[in-house]
């Protein structure tokens, strides 16, 4: 049978765009629509397993992680490294470990392996998410050599912007090279302030270089209800009310993202 997910990798080689804020937000909206992910962290950083990983089930500490995927162990080591997350049952992990840095400049590695280990993990999930580094080292390329979409999380801010080039250089150097199956879905806004003409030159300069087609509808704004989740380790949808706008916002993502991962057949 057809599984009806895809695996999706956010990227950007720079920090603090919200790679993760973003993984996370589509995860909380997939849980609340009854839907299942798994999220695969791919930074050495660790803050999507800082933020998911459950203390209760074994303190992560020497539980088996992603290198286990990189490596290549095939199916089964690949499911020993999936865990519940403590948010609940529609969410699953495969937590990072600080050593993960030691693959950053394993150049002349296989970047396909992670492909291969989460495509026989794919059934019984509507996405798997991938959250990468802040870097476009081999870590970024893995993720995107495993991925079926490619989803760009920018901030517009000039700094926010700078080396988005390199980033679909990156993306482009990857389908030709490793995985012809990789596709841009698109351009995910993040921290959009409500008022700033400095964001409105970027958002304009940012259309000039991704085309107005590739940014996707709504924008992120920027609430301090975001960092405020992401400290307290908790889904956006559990703050209700107060994270109204950032909640409706999301669950339009999920939406949009469902829709392109259901187009993907393996
Ligand atoms: N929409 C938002 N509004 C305000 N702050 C945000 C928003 N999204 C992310 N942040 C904050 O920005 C910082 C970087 O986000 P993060 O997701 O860790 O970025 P990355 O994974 O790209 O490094 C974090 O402190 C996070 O809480
Ligand atoms: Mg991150």
Same mark, same amino acid.
């Given at each position: 049978?057809? %599984?009806?997910? %895809?695996?999706?990798?956010?990227?950007?080689?720079?920090?603090?765009? !919200?790679?993760?804020?973003?993984?996370?937000?589509?995860?909380?909206?997939?849980?609340?629509?009854?839907? =299942?992910?798994?999220?695969?962290?791919?930074?050495?950083? !660790?803050?999507?397993?800082?933020?998911?990983?459950?203390?209760?089930?074994?303190?992560?500490?020497?539980? $088996?992680?992603?290198? =286990? &995927?990189? +490596?290549?162990?095939?199916?089964?080591?690949?499911?020993?490294?999936?865990?519940?997350?403590?948010? *609940?049952? *529609?969410?699953?992990?495969?937590?990072?470990?600080?050593?993960?840095? =030691?693959?950053?400049?394993?150049? !002349?590695?296989? %970047?396909?392996?992670?492909?291969?280990?989460? &495509?026989?993990?794919?059934?019984?999930?509507?996405?798997?998410?991938?959250?990468?580094? $802040?870097?476009?080292?081999?870590?970024?390329?893995?993720?995107?050599?495993?991925?079926?979409?490619?989803?760009?999380?920018? #901030? @517009?801010?000039?700094? *926010? &912007?700078? *080396?988005?080039?390199?980033?679909?250089?990156?993306?482009?150097?990857?389908?030709?090279?490793?995985? @012809?199956? &990789?596709?841009? %879905?698109?351009?995910?806004?993040?921290?959009?302030?409500?008022?700033?003409?400095?964001?409105?030159?970027?958002?304009?300069?940012?259309?000039?270089?991704?085309?107005?087609?590739?940014?996707?509808?709504?924008?992120?704004?920027?609430?301090?209800?975001?960092?405020?989740?992401?400290? #307290?380790?908790?889904?956006?949808?559990?703050?209700?009310?107060?994270? +109204?706008?950032?909640?409706?916002?999301?669950?339009?993502?999920?939406?949009?993202? =469902?829709?392109?991962?259901?187009?993907?057949?393996?």
């Amino acid at each position: 049978m057809a %599984a009806m997910g %895809a695996i999706v990798t956010m990227v950007n080689q720079k920090g603090g765009v !919200g790679k993760t804020s973003v993984t996370l937000g589509l995860a909380s909206s997939a849980m609340e629509a009854g839907r =299942r992910v798994l999220v695969v962290d791919l930074d050495p950083q !660790g803050s999507s397993t800082w933020v998911l990983a459950d203390p209760a089930l074994d303190g992560a500490g020497n539980a $088996p992680a992603v290198d =286990r &995927l990189l +490596a290549g162990g095939g199916a089964s080591a690949a499911a020993r490294a999936v865990r519940p997350s403590a948010w *609940g049952d *529609g969410v699953d992990l495969v937590p990072a470990r600080p050593d993960l840095a =030691r693959w950053e400049h394993a150049t !002349g590695r296989d %970047a396909t392996r992670l492909r291969t280990a989460l &495509l026989a993990l794919i059934d019984g999930y509507d996405a798997i998410l991938v959250d990468c580094p $802040p870097s476009l080292g081999h870590l970024t390329r893995a993720g995107l050599a495993a991925a079926d979409l490619a989803v760009i999380v920018v #901030e @517009p801010s000039a700094l *926010g &912007l700078r *080396g988005i080039n390199a980033v679909a250089d990156t993306i482009d150097g990857v389908w030709e090279e490793e995985n @012809p199956d &990789l596709d841009l %879905a698109g351009v995910i806004v993040n921290k959009v302030p409500g008022v700033s003409v400095e964001a409105e030159r970027r958002l304009d300069e940012l259309v000039s270089v991704v085309g107005r087609r590739a940014i996707w509808k709504p924008m992120i704004p920027q609430r301090v209800i975001a960092s405020q989740a992401i400290a #307290e380790r908790r889904p956006i949808h559990s703050y209700g009310w107060r994270a +109204a706008d950032l909640i409706e916002t999301y669950d339009a993502l999920w939406t949009t993202l =469902r829709r392109r991962c259901r187009q993907v057949a393996h």
